[in-house]
């Protein structure tokens, strides 16, 4: 018998095959990393959408109807494909221009159980990939933005090496700013620390800006949370 991660990660092997890069994105690259969520989709960055479901079709894979990240429905070019008898899991090819990541960057293939390997974003990439999207689309649904800000903090929450100021020598440099907000306890979930983020970005990447603790007064409500209707709204509860 098949084990999940033979089942779950089928898909992967026919990437591999195929000689398409990819790398496997959202709640599996978390929780690889220690974030405890429950997967559900299998998404998956690739070059060409088209390409990489044309060879999973071939190899059995039946194309699907939908436009969804998470809870969000969006109009954001995915391909989602199901294995017949094995219909509670799709899996959603991305592209990975428009989630903000380079396949140049160095990958990781992991070993998940015996004949069992796929390939997980190194950390800051993911990292640094999950920021920019959350700060510049590719689409502005209030729903995804929620889904992006979650996983970027529970990467926070979960994932130990991230409660270390030097981490940010392994970020991009506009990112540097926002991770050391984060540590100091600045309220990473909502939008008007979101609007805040883009235009110290904006300003580092103009030279007009320098990096320091934190970039905003300790007296500040961006600090405190205390936002009231222009929080994010949570998320649903999930069976």
Not at 70 to 94: K, Y
């Amino acid at each position: 018998m098949a084990s999940r991660e033979e089942t779950r990660y089928r898909p992967c092997r026919v990437l591999d095959d195929n000689q398409i890069p990819y790398v496997v994105w959202f709640e599996d690259a978390l929780h690889h990393y220690g974030v405890p969520t429950v997967v559900f989709d299998l998404y998956i960055l690739v070059p060409s959408i088209e390409i990489a479901a044309d060879c999973l079709v071939k190899a059995g894979w039946a194309l699907q109807s939908g436009h969804t990240i998470g809870m969000a429905e969006v109009q954001i070019p995915q391909q989602r494909l199901v294995l017949p008898g094995e219909t509670e899991m799709q899996t959603v090819l991305l592209s990975v221009s428009d989630w903000k990541f380079s396949l140049d960057d160095s990958r990781r293939r992991v070993s998940l159980s015996k004949g069992v390997d796929v390939v997980i974003p190194p950390l800051p990439s993911l990292l640094d990939a999950l920021i920019e999207t959350w700060l510049d689309g590719p689409s502005d649904d209030p729903t995804l933005l929620l889904h992006l800000a979650c996983q970027v903090n529970y990467l926070y929450d979960y994932v130990p090496v991230l409660k270390e100021r030097s981490f940010a020598d392994q970020m991009r440099y506009e990112h540097r700013q926002l991770h050391y907000d984060v540590l100091a306890g600045m309220d990473a979930s909502t939008l008007p620390f979101r609007n805040h983020e883009r235009g110290v970005r904006e300003a580092l990447l103009q030279g007009r800006y320098e990096l320091q603790e934190c970039s905003a007064s300790r007296e500040d409500k961006l600090l405190s949370g205390d936002w009231g209707s222009v929080r994010l709204p949570e998320p649903e509860a999930q069976e």
